[in-house]
């Protein structure tokens, strides 16, 4: 199997298949190399999930190539199969699925990154923490195990022990989608009045999982599958009896069992609690929102607490009062020991049983503090008439109500929520979110709101400002309203004191995606101070302590965007045009679209195409260096660039320092096939190419003062552009990269006038989307290591820049 050696990916996989698995099928997907087998009741199964190497690679980093790829595109909420492996040229590992099905359960891991980029954080973050389970790994050599390996494949990779599929708490959300398809329409009910009654299908299918021969055995759910009917909607009559709801089945129960009969049921018992706790996965994303049921991991709930006791005083349960208003199933008062002080309300009547039943079972909450309650709907207080009959019953409990009536006591009152981070949008079908925009909290204080009444946790955070006044405010959220310009006209009317608080990655909270920080901020509202900036510790995901950082409110502030308005408004100069430049908003999360290219780019709304000429060319630079110079990352997500002061226009070195840094960056996407490449900084002799010249010299000429003074910005001469030392490494690296790859001048797809990008793409190729591959992908080992050294400088360079940045104001330290 020596010739094994030799070939590529795809023909290795076809001689793996061939010499092991040829009585397997074998399915396309974005997992290299899965194996299924047909089963004679349940169809098509899964056996194997692999990743497949050329030549001879490290087994273990395969692996974790393999699991963020299953994360990424949410495989293991499928059919999952008995065992996952990775294989090359020279040997196959096995390992069982369930040795790694819980890394999908953290919320700590971003599973957005590239599952190929075995550099990044992420990936090695998962290769250490998962190092010992990857040891457990059977590794079969082809040539020294080969009998064994035929062996193990045969008395493990085998229906024959398999009736029904098993569901877990990886699968159970899936399970559920087909189980609404299939069984949902077949039950007597009117999903529509049942609604808005608090009931859903999801209820129903809770039921089913968790029963045996067709008899709900958990008593905590909000319906009970009897045999051949749901009993749901249980109620105390006048007479203090239980009466409940029947409903039974409109096809004899046919779809039901057919259904039923190819899963196991029940799960096994460790999953129990968590399904149940998890409802809110299986209720519709936009409900969801609406209601807010997000949930809040752990770490963050003890976090808060922490800080409250901070903020507060150590003793601050006992003196003061505490609400949760979007209190979904109750998971961010699990630390709260002071029962008559603890409030929750939530919108869904289901959540409000659930924890009514957690309560029956030692949760530290009175059933009478807990109730069903529309916080951007309902009235707080009940309405009486003259003779003082109550006209309008509040479903606040009446001790609540005397404690938002009594300003003392409304002062020992604190908020304490994770509000719905829903904006107004559209959804999949292109109608308005249910519910998202239009409450009468909305329409009471949409003037007071400006545009950021399109938030649900704003309108949340204005009504408990005007109508809980003097209250604490302790709140899980987004930090728009602390810095976004939609949030101008509620920071005027929201003032309060800030006590403490921290943010933490957003990705580390269920349902909600995004490199961005959440903070949790604890406000004294009694106090009116003007919101300009807060200062908060910041953690990583795994709790640990990265520094303090300052969130700006940017009041009467200039942005970067106003200052590019000033050298980008050319009229009439419609000569010379040597590049175009995208521009986006002025914060960090859309800098992925500041890019260079030869043509006019179209991304989308709010998108600016400008012309690049040699007028404004040392200002494009600045702006695109500052811009990227600084990793975007979840810390500093929402920062905002702003308009710099004059001193960088006396600093040359500064400039010259741009320049370099967008020669090389990554979102330099000249391309030589799509116009005329005016960017390359080198001459032909430099270089060593004789055969012709390039198109233009352009670049070259600008940085040696060759260019005509009449297109100069500030000098009346152009001078030759002096670059730094730091600058100058990485001209030297640009150049070794650009003359290695004019060596291959013989090769297809060579072009003589290449950009960086051009050099990129022809090394590295492009995936069956046409999007380019990673440098890993790359087949010269010499490509890699000068795109490695012109990297190392790029950084180094990068570093240089960065104080410069803060020094002329374009952000704020």
Not at 185 to 209: H, P, Q, R, V
Not at 246 to 263: C, E, L, R, S, V
Request: overall charge neutral; aromatic content about 14%; some cysteine.
């Amino acid at each position: 199997m020596q010739e094994w050696l030799k070939v590529d990916e795809e023909t290795l996989k076809n001689k793996v298949r061939e010499a092991y698995f040829s009585k397997f099928s074998i399915v396309g997907s974005k997992i290299d190399f899965i194996i299924t087998q047909k089963h004679k009741d349940l169809g098509e199964i899964n056996l194997f999930w692999a990743e497949a190497k050329q030549g001879i690679s490290d087994i273990k980093k395969s692996f974790i190539q393999l699991i963020l790829t299953i994360g990424k595109h949410k495989f293991h909420a499928e059919q999952t199969p008995a065992l996952i492996g990775a294989f090359d040229a020279e040997k196959i590992a096995f390992l069982s699925f369930s040795k790694i099905q819980e890394v999908f359960y953290k919320n700590d891991i971003d599973w957005s990154v590239t599952p190929s980029d075995h550099t990044s954080e992420q990936f090695l973050k998962l290769l250490k923490e998962l190092d010992e389970i990857l040891n457990e790994a059977l590794i079969f050599y082809y040539e020294k195990n080969d009998e064994e390996l035929k062996n193990f494949i045969k008395e493990n990779l085998t229906n024959e022990n398999i009736s029904k599929f098993k569901i877990d708490k990886n699968n159970f959300v899936s399970i559920y989608h087909k189980w609404s398809k299939s069984v949902k329409e077949s039950i007597s009910i009117d999903w529509d009045l049942a609604k808005k009654n608090g009931i859903i299908d999801a209820d129903f299918y809770l039921a089913d999982l968790l029963s045996n021969e067709n008899q709900t055995i958990v008593e905590k759910l909000f319906a009970i599958l009897n045999k051949d009917h749901y009993e749901f909607n249980a109620k105390k009559t006048d007479l203090g009896s239980i009466a409940t709801e029947k409903t039974g089945f409109k096809d004899n129960q046919k779809a039901h069992k057919d259904f039923w009969a190819i899963y196991e049921r029940p799960p096994l018992e460790e999953f129990w609690d968590y399904m149940i706790e998890r409802r809110d996965l299986l209720v519709d994303q936009d409900i969801r929102e609406r209601k807010g049921a997000f949930f809040t991991p752990r770490i963050w709930v003890d976090k808060a607490c922490e800080y409250l006791s901070k903020a507060l005083g150590k003793d601050y349960e006992e003196k003061y009062y505490i609400w949760d208003c979007a209190g979904g199933t109750g998971n961010l008062l699990a630390n709260f020991t002071n029962a008559k002080n603890i409030f929750c309300s939530t919108i869904d009547k289901a959540d409000v049983d659930v924890i009514h039943e957690r309560i029956k079972n030692g949760a530290n909450l009175f059933e009478n503090h807990v109730f069903q309650f529309d916080f951007l709907n309902d009235e707080f207080f009940d309405k009486v008439d003259d003779k003082g009959n109550v006209i309008y019953k509040s479903k606040l409990p009446s001790n609540l109500q005397e404690i938002l009536k009594d300003e003392n006591k409304r002062k020992k009152l604190i908020i304490f929520i994770n509000p719905p981070y829903a904006e107004v949008g559209l959804s999949n079908n292109g109608t308005n979110k249910i519910g998202v925009q239009y409450s009468r909290i909305y329409d009471k204080y949409k003037d007071i709101l400006g545009k950021s009444s399109r938030e649900l946790f704003a309108q949340f955070f204005i009504r408990i400002y005007c109508e809980i006044d003097g209250a604490i405010l302790a709140c899980f959220s987004k930090l728009k309203y602390i810095n976004s310009t939609n949030f101008i006209k509620f920071r005027e009317t929201f003032k309060a004191k800030f006590l403490k608080g921290f943010a933490s990655p957003a990705y580390t909270f269920d349902n909600v995606k995004g490199n961005f920080p959440i903070g949790f901020l604890i406000w004294d509202m009694s106090q009116k101070d003007e919101l300009k900036k807060v200062r908060l510790d910041i953690f990583n995901e795994n709790g640990n302590f990265l520094g303090k950082k300052f969130f700006f409110s940017y009041k009467n502030t200039l942005f970067i965007n106003e200052w590019l308005n000033v050298f980008c408004k050319v009229k009439n100069y419609n000569k010379n045009i040597i590049a175009f430049f995208n521009a986006k908003a002025n914060d960090f999360q859309h800098n992925n679209r500041i890019c260079l290219g030869s043509s006019e780019m179209v991304f989308g709304n709010g998108d600016v195409n400008l012309q690049v000429f040699s007028i404004n060319l040392i200002n494009i630079a600045i702006y695109f260096s500052v811009r990227h110079a600084i990793p975007a990352t979840w810390i500093n997500d929402r920062d905002q660039f702003l308009y710099p002061n004059k001193a960088y226009q006396n600093d040359k070195e500064f400039q010259s320092d741009c320049l370099a840094f967008m020669l090389f960056y990554g979102q330099n996407r000249i391309s030589a096939k799509e116009g005329v490449n005016h960017f390359i900084p080198f001459s032909e002799k430099e270089l060593g190419i004789t055969q012709e010249a390039f198109k233009s010299d352009f670049m070259y000429k600008f940085i040696n003062g060759k260019i005509k003074n009449e297109d100069v910005l500030f000098d009346d001469t152009l001078d030759k552009v002096e670059f730094s030392n730091e600058a100058k490494e990485l001209l030297k690296a640009g150049k070794e990269l650009f003359k290695y790859y004019h060596t291959h001048k013989e090769k297809a797809g060579y072009l003589v006038n290449a950009s960086l990008y051009d050099i990129k793409e022809f090394f590295q190729g492009r995936d069956e989307k046409g999007k380019m591959n990673m440098p890993s992908k790359a087949k010269d080992e010499h490509y890699k290591i000068l795109l490695s050294d012109l990297n190392l400088a790029l950084d180094v360079l990068a570093k240089k820049i960065e104080p410069k940045i803060y020094e002329y104001g374009f952000l704020r330290d």
